[in-house]
C-alpha cells in the first residue's frame, strides 16, 4: 500500500474541519436534552480490524491495528496484502509521523502541512473521536434538531465549511450515521452498524464510510469498509514502537 493511499486510508477519519465553530442561525431551535448519545470513555484502546478499500483504480484488502492512549497517541499498523507491514503512523496531537516500508521513507507532517495535502484542516481530537464512534463535535447550544422521536435523534453541526448531520439511535444512544459536506460540495457518509459491547459500553464493529471529492464538477467516490474483530479497552499499559531505520530517507 502506498503513501498516497494511505493517506486515503485515513481520510475517512480526517474529513472534518477542525476550524472554530460557528452559530446556525434559526429562528426556532429545539433544545438537545432528549439526543443523549453515549461517549465511549477509556485509557486505553486497541482493535484489530479488516479493511476494504474502493476507488476507481484501487481494490485494495488490508488489516489494520489501532492502538491509543486517550487524548494523546494514536498509533496504526497497516499490512500489504502478502502480509506484511507496509505503513506504520504515530498520530501525535501535533504531529503525524509516517513510516513508509515499501519505499524506505520517514515522513513527519504538522496538522497544517497534511491539511494542506488533504485539503481540509484536521485535528487529533477529531481522529480519535471518529474512530470511536463519539461525536465528532461536543454538543453546544447551537446545535439545530431537525428530528426527535422515540426511535432516533438528528441534529445538525456546524462549522465554517463544514455541515455535520449526526443521526442518533436512542435505544442505545450510539451515533448511528454522520453525513458531511463541505462548501466545496465534497461529501462524506458514514455508518456506524453491528454494535457489540466494549467494557461498559456499546461500539460499532462496523463502518461504512463512502467519500465522494467534487472533481471538475464530477464526483470522485471512495468506499471504505472497516471490521472491528477485537476491539478491547485493556487495563494494562499498551505500548507504541516506533523506530525509525537509519537507511529510511526523510521525507
Known amino acids: 500500500m502506498s503513501r498516497p493511499l494511505f493517506l486515503g486510508v485515513i481520510f475517512f477519519s480526517l ?3 477542525s476550524c472554530k465553530r460557528q452559530k ?5 431551535k429545539p433544545t438537545l436534552p432528549s439526543c443523549n448519545v453515549e461517549e465511549i470513555d477509556f485509557t486505553y484502546f486497541s482493535t484489530k480490524s479488516k479493511l476494504d478499500y474502493k476507488d476507481k483504480q484501487n481494490d485494495l484488502k488490508s488489516n489494520i491495528h489501532i492502538r491509543a492512549k486517550k487524548d494523546s497517541i494514536i498509533w496504526i499498523s497497516i499490512n500489504a496484502a502478502a502480509g506484511f507491514e ?8 501535533d504531529s503525524v509521523h509516517i513510516l ?6 520517514y515522513t513527519v507532517l504538522d496538522y497544517p502541512s497534511l491539511s494542506n495535502q488533504i485539503g481540509v484542516d484536521l485535528s487529533y481530537a477529531v481522529i480519535q473521536n471518529m ?13 439545530v434538531v431537525m428530528q426527535s422521536d422515540s426511535n432516533s ?19 442505545n444512544s450510539k451515533v448511528e450515521k454522520v453525513e458531511a459536506t463541505t462548501a466545496a460540495a465534497n461529501k462524506l457518509s458514514i455508518r456506524y452498524l453491528n454494535f457489540v459491547p466494549l467494557g ?16 471538475d464538477a464530477q464526483y470522485q467516490t471512495t468506499k471504505i469498509e472497516i471490521d472491528h474483530h477485537k476491539a478491547e479497552i485493556p487495563e494494562k499499559e499498551l505500548n507504541f514502537p516506533f523506530n ?4 529510511f530517507i526523510r521525507k
Request: aromatic content about 10%; glycine content about 2%; overall charge positive.
Open 200 to 215: 461498559r459500553f456499546g461500539f460499532a464493529s462496523k463502518n461504512e464510510i463512502e467519500i465522494s471529492i467534487k472533481v
Open 244 to 247: 525509525v531505520p537509519q537507511k
Open 153 to 171: 435523534c438528528v441534529f445538525i453541526q456546524k462549522s465554517r465549511e463544514t455541515q455535520i448531520t449526526n443521526y442518533i439511535r436512542v435505544a
Open 24 to 28: 446556525i442561525q434559526t429562528s426556532e
Open 86 to 93: 507496509a505503513i506504520r503512523c504515530l498520530i501525535k496531537t
Open 100 to 105: 513508509d516500508r515499501l519505499n524506505n521513507t
Open 131 to 143: 474512530i470511536l464512534g463519539n461525536l465528532i463535535y461536543p454538543k453546544t447550544p447551537e446545535d
Open 15 to 17: 474529513f472534518f474541519s
